[in-house]
């Protein structure tokens, strides 16, 4: 029986940490186990935080056991090499994938009945080697996929219209990586077509503009980890929200990363579309209209990942 006040973090770095110190001021559950091959450190991690539960409302935080996580509701995966600057995500598959093939097993043994909320990067690609290797159900494992790419993408159109970003609805889509796509076709700033938009603000180069934040967007990672070496707190922040999502059943409309079925032609691949997320895990692709240009994009972003998932299984 699921607990949905218990969640797990596996992978104590700066991605994991974040993702823990995030969910312990969110309210949301009470009991957090730690899981790291480096056992100080999930230990150390526990300790830290445990010093702050003085000002928050009560919960156990501790590092744990695989036997320790059979019963959350979620259990976050965050462990892996990260990227090194010059490093695509997609350059770390083989070293993350063998990662996966010791964790993912452990989790099936100990009969893990909770959501897997895969963080690791390439995402797209280890949520897919998460549902392969564990034989769960489809809707029990998520990717975080574009959901911090999205937020990126929001909080630069808001910069950029000087308005408040969450009146922005707009999507990054596909890989979350290289290939990822904006699709500004259905964007919109509280119901008012984008570009509309634009124009009430006083910009006209749509185009540019346009190309010009996505861009931002898309290289944001690298941007970051060329100056800070790692990127940790907007990740953990969208990892909260998924989290959020799900144990209060919300059923909010998010980028998650998740198998396909044939939406836009695309099937057998991991990548991020809208998704209606709930205490079941993701419940439905949502199909957002694309133009001609943005499915071609998508497609290739598919066609991206599926070349990685051919060698991966090789
Ligand atoms: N999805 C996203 O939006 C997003 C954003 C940022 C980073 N990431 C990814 O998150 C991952 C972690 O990044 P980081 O900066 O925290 O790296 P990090 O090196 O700081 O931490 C990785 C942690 O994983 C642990 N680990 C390694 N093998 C393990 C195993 N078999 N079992 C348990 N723990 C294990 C390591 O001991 C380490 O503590 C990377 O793959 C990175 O690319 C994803």
């Known amino acids: 029986m699921v607990n949905m006040r218990k969640i797990a973090v596996i992978g104590c770095g700066f991605v994991g940490s974040s993702c823990a110190f995030t969910l312990m001021q969110s309210n949301l559950f009470s009991e957090m186990v730690l899981i790291d091959v480096d056992k100080d450190r999930a230990e150390g991690e526990a300790m830290d935080m445990s010093h702050g539960l003085p000002f928050e409302t009560p919960m156990k935080i501790y590092a744990g056991e695989y036997e320790d996580i059979a019963d ?17 995500r997609l350059d770390l598959v083989a070293k993350n994938v063998g990662i996966y093939k010791h964790i993912i097993p452990e989790l099936v043994r100990v009969g893990c009945e909770g959501i897997l909320l895969i963080v690791s990067n390439p995402v797209d690609i280890l949520t897919y080697t998460a549902l392969k290797l564990s034989g769960f159900p489809e809707n029990r494992v998520i990717g975080s996929g574009t959901v911090l790419d999205t937020a990126r993408l929001k909080y630069l159109l808001g910069e950029h219209l000087k308005i408040d970003n969450r009146g922005v609805h707009a999507f990054i889509i596909g890989e979350h990586g290289d290939s990822e796509l904006a699709a500004f076709s259905s964007a ?38 060329e100056k800070k070496h790692a990127t940790y ?43 209606i997320v709930s205490a079941n895990g993701v419940e439905k692709i949502v199909p957002i209209s694309l133009n001609d240009d943005e499915l071609k994009k998508l497609k290739d972003s598919a066609a991206a990942l599926k070349k990685v998932l051919d060698d991966v299984l090789a």
């Open 233 to 275: 707190y907007g990740v953990a922040m969208a990892v909260r929200r998924i989290c959020e999502s799900i144990v209060r059943n919300e059923h909010s409309i998010l980028p998650i990363s998740s198998l396909t079925h044939g939406e836009y032609g695309l099937e057998d691949v991991c990548l991020s579309l809208p998704a």
């Open 72 to 88: 959350c509701a979620i259990v976050i995966i965050t462990a892996g090499a990260n990227q090194k600057p010059d490093e695509t």
């Open 188 to 225: 919109n700033v509280s119901g008012i077509n984008l570009n509309k938009f634009c124009e009430m603000r006083g910009y006209y180069n749509h185009e540019e503009s346009m190309q010009r934040i996505y861009e931002d967007v898309r290289d944001s990672a690298y941007k970051i980890i």
